[in-house]
């Protein structure tokens, strides 16, 4: 039987065109996406919605023929299934009831509970797995127990993740027992999932960047060294990514240290840096700047060819350095596609 080139890189294998798919490539730049929110409803109902969301995922592999699908779900429904409020605020983005003391996060749900809440999510992957062509591969995901823990903590996105920061700094052992149970959790969801049929799972940490020092090692590596070390003793052969995205200097041995198959770059690295100091440890996926695809032209072929290029003669997975925005145009990603296979 063909294996899927995506997992055939995650494998180790140089390509030679690598396997391309794109961070948020179910969302708002796609009419077809705007179509099925406006039919659940709202993005929450969406996300629970197995069947509008297997249906959101399959919607650019329709369009572009990407070599993977991501599930259609969001990286805050952890902390709504340990009982935190959760709602989206439309133009602004998520909002959380949160945690500001020890107290409160005595009041959160046991891990094990989260299936409760999670168990639409696996629906959406048992469909996806009968529906997507058998050269797509089907990447589930969690967020990392920081970023997971800087929203809860704040209760939205911040610019520089100061609360969850103070409350860090002021609390270290509470601080500690949140990540904890993030990060029990977050080993439940992903099983969970690859029982279900995701065939790779992928960690985001969106905010890793912002940890220094000893912080780093404490709260992203280690919580996501513990996350892949659990879901390898269950599920050996299933592909971990992960993504201390903005870790800079710090994606060097990351896989090494964490077990993770794949390091994601974000676009603040060089390729042509990360090919020589970061590859050596095995796949990497990334890295072109989100912003070529909304103005495209020739800038986008040459930055997707140098960077196809560069990481060419080792595994490579083909991506942006961040999800693609709501004003990008469908038909730069088509250009984008062309430009790769044709590197
Ligand atoms: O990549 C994919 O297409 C799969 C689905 C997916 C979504 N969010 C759907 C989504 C994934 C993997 C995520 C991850 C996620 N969610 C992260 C980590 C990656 C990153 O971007 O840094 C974070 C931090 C979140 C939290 C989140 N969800 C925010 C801050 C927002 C608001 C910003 C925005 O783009 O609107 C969301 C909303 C969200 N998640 C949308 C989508 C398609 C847009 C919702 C809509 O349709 O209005």
């Known amino acids: 039987m063909m294996t899927k080139i995506l997992l055939r890189a995650l494998a180790g294998e140089a390509l030679p065109t690598p396997p391309i798919w794109m961070m948020r490539q179910a969302g708002r730049y ?3 996406y705007r179509a099925t929110r406006a039919q659940a409803g709202d993005f929450l109902s969406l996300c ?21 699908a991501i599930l259609f779900a969001d990286i805050l429904l952890i902390p709504q299934a340990l009982g935190a409020d959760l709602w989206f605020v439309t133009g602004e983005g998520p909002r959380l009831s949160t945690i500001t003391d020890a107290r409160q996060l005595g009041e959160l749900k046991p891990a094990d509970a989260i299936h409760d809440t999670l168990s639409p999510i696996y629906e959406t992957i048992r469909i996806l797995s009968r529906e997507l062509p058998p050269e797509t591969a089907l990447i589930g995901f969690a967020g990392a127990p920081w970023t997971v823990a800087t929203y809860m903590i704040a209760g939205r996105g911040t610019p520089d993740q100061g609360p969850a920061h103070a409350f860090k700094n002021a609390d270290r052992v509470a601080f500690s027992a949140l990540i904890d149970r993030i990060t029990e959790a977050t080993i439940l969801y992903l099983s969970a999932q690859i029982d279900a049929g995701a065939e790779v799972v992928k960690i985001f940490d969106s905010w890793a960047g912002s940890l220094q020092g000893a912080d780093f090692d404490d709260f992203a590596l280690t919580p996501a060294r513990r996350i892949i070390q659990a879901l390898k003793q269950r599920h050996p052969n299933v592909p971990v990514i992960a993504f201390p995205r903005e870790a800079g200097d710090r994606y060097i041995g990351f896989a090494r240290a964490t077990g993770a198959d794949c390091v994601a770059l974000d676009n603040s690295v060089s390729a042509e840096w990360a090919a020589e100091k970061v590859q050596g440890d095995g796949c990497v996926q990334g890295n072109l700047a989100p912003h070529h695809m909304v103005t495209g032209g020739d800038e986008l072929i040459a930055e997707a060819q140098r960077i196809t290029r560069a990481f060419r003669g080792r595994p490579h997975i083909f991506n942006l350095g961040h999800g693609i925005t709501p004003d990008a145009n469908p038909e730069n990603v088509a250009a984008m596609i062309e430009a790769v296979r044709s590197a």
């Open 30 to 32: 796609l009419p077809e």
């Open 48 to 68: 629970y919605n197995p069947d509008l969301a297997a249906e959101v995922t399959l919607q650019p592999i329709r369009r572009f023929g990407f070599d993977a």
